[in-house]
């Protein structure tokens, strides 16, 4: 039966909304605001709250009419309840609350994080257990899925995420707000000239801002040495110390559990070298996904391939629930536990 679902997603700098018809994506709207978070160099989240409630009704609008029908036709909605920015979250959790008492149609909150993970699921078919890489702006994560919504966190950052360190080093270097894109450019012109420091932390966790301390200073004194920035080789060279972390974790897991699928998830999963390298773990044994790049950064089509795992199966959400900025993925999978229609 053809059920047609509105997905909103507003964690963060980005106005997402979707709409899907079961899990197939009709269309997928985006509004960005990286051109005004730009002018300060990062995202102020005072000035991403106010443009989510300035811009959202337009990329509504403009969602249903490339999907071709109206509010009417809509059967569920999903909206990111978190992690993310509380002014920000909470302005498409209002739409999403509104349009479900006035339509009367159930609405559930999704994790902002599960939707990274499981954008994979667009047009594929997941293995469990997979392990889910997370590597966003504000996010670094290793999970374990040993279902959809079963999630057993192995290993997070101790400090910043990894996008965020690249962003951060990246103004340092000079270029604009977001870096991470850029620094993605530039390294394939470099190479691996400077070894930077890979931090050797137990367990499965890791950090990220030793390296961009040890940046910094070394771009400071480069300056104060009168000394052309080497951009492409620095790039180049960070990345590689920032990818081994994460790929030195993942191969550790790969030796304890048995993982059938890897999941790549987060706008750094944009990034062409780390693509590669977590592509070149594939075996006949282990399957990589990597999200297209359009379902890397913030996107509402994400959302909604979660919201149609859920439609059938779980309840909707009480209109008393509130944006979550610190949402952990295995207390989301609780709270669907109690969702569960028996
Ligand atoms: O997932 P995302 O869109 O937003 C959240 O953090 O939720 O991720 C944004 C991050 C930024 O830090 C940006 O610099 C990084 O993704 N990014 C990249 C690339 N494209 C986006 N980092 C490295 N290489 C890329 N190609």
Redesign the pocket.
Known sequence: MKKYILAIET????TCIAVLENDKVLSSVISSQIQIHALSGGVIPEVASRLHEQNIFFVLDEALKKANITLNDLKAIGVTIGP?LIGSLQVGLQLAKTLAVTLNIPYFPIH?LAG?LLANLIENKIAFPALGII?????SELVLLNDYFDYEILGDTLDD????M??KV?RVLGLP?????I???MAKLGENKYHFPIPKIEGYNFSFSGLKTNLINFIHKREQNQENLDLENICCSL?ESAFAQILNKTKLILETYPIKSILL??????????REKILNLETDNLKIYLPKLMY???NAAMIGVVTNLLIDNYQSAELTISAKPNYKLNDWGDYLNGQKKT
């Not at 995420?161 to 965020?164: F, K, R």
């Not at 998830?265 to 780390?274: D, H, I, M, R």
């Open positions: 964690s963060c700098d980005d993310g902002h990274h590597v966003s702006g504000g996010n995420a990894i996008g965020e690249l962003d990246g707000y977001p870096s991470g894109p620094i993605d450019k990345q998830g987060g706008g750094v999963a944009a990034n062409s070298k780390l890397s950064m913030d």
